[in-house]
């Protein structure tokens, strides 16, 4: 279709160069330290269940130990959230709705709301500097075709990009992960993906971290999320996409 550019790149047997894979790793290696510095500061002692949480099972291990650290040693518990959280949300590492779910165990409601939405607006920040330097080959060999579809809902709605950011942290219509890495390749500046993010991400998080406080009921992840708080999600999301749409009806 003339006048409109689609997005290619050629691919290349590994997508990321030397110099890439060095700042990569070197983020990798920054978070690795920060994690050595909080371990030595802590007491002797076993530290084997310290693991990212795969199941809820691993989950309810991992609060009942560190319910004992927290009061003693509130700060060091923070720091190795923080770093562990803004590591996985870096890196696309699947497990933060566990890390949701135990911030809710541990610190409560409001410190946990206020606690994931910082963490992971930190690791999604993270994540869009990191894939402005050395993202774009990745994106395009794993999502070519949902990279072009982004870039042309992007390229519509340029004059309210903040509410369509929006709409897409409320709802799943795409994943937080390819939103983290595809924005600064299809040139969302940062200041809309910061607000979009800090804002989006609360009712979420408001939703898993009061899970968490009742870590013991829960079945299932599933359970997090009934019809009653997606349907909550979903109607936060069209009102937050509405001003695209009725500009673009008045167009």
Partial sequence: MEGREEVKEPKPSFPLSLWELSVASTVVIGFLLGLAGVYLTMPASDYSFLKFPRSLEDLQLLRDHLETYTSDYTIQVLVGYCVVYIFMQTFMIPGTVFMSLLAGALFGVFKGVALVVFTATAGASS??????????????????????????????RRECLLNYMLFLRLTPTLPNTF????SPIVDIPYRIFFLATFIGLIPAAYITVKAGIALGELQSVGDLYDLKSIATLFIIGVVSVTPTLMSKTKS
């Fill in 127 to 156: 994540c869009y500097f990191l894939s402005k330097v050395v993202g774009r080959p990745l994106v395009f060999s794993l999502w070519p075709d949902k990279l072009s579809f982004f870039q042309a809902q992007v390229a519509q």
């Fill in 179 to 182: 939103i983290n890495v595809a």
